[in-house]
């Protein structure tokens, strides 16, 4: 990295790291540049940045979670016992479950969907 791409990018990351920032975008309201400057020199691309990002969402998602989970409120109870369901739990959660899937089998289209029109012919 050169030496501005490598200010830019420690600047960028000690920003998302001190103030817990979520998207890439908000994190420019505390740098000393502009997000133009940053995606000029790639530092959306960069991994270390990716990843601090990941990182501070992981940890706010975890926190709100479980404070839905100690909750005394019986919505975000469920909404966290939906968050961390498997698909059975959550289907039987639903007062009622249609299944949009054929489950491999094939679709049988009414005649009029399989007519070809004059206007979807080439020529």
């Known amino acids: 990295m050169e030496d501005k791409t490598q200010a830019y990018h420690d600047e960028l990351l000690k920003v998302i790291q001190e103030r817990n920032i979520k998207k ?3 994190a420019f ?5 502009c997000s133009a400057t940053a ?8 991994e270390t940045i990716k990843e ?10 975890n926190t709100m979670l479980d404070k839905w989970i ?4 019986a919505v975000l ?3 966290a016992f939906r968050l961390l369901s498997d698909t059975e739990e959550h289907q039987k959660l639903n ?6 899937t054929t489950k491999g089998k094939t679709v ?3 005649a009029w969907l399989n007519d070809k029109h004059p206007e979807d012919t080439e020529e």
Do not use: M, R, W
């Open 95 to 100: 007062q009622s479950y249609i299944d949009h």
């Open 39 to 46: 995606y000029n020199h790639g530092l959306e691309k960069l």
């Open 29 to 33: 309201a505390f740098t000393s540049f």
């Open 52 to 61: 601090a990002i990941t990182k501070n969402k992981v940890t706010i998602k």
């Open 77 to 79: 109870q469920l909404a």
């Open 70 to 73: 100690q909750s005394d409120s």
């Open 108 to 110: 049988n289209l009414p």
């Open 24 to 26: 890439l975008s908000h």
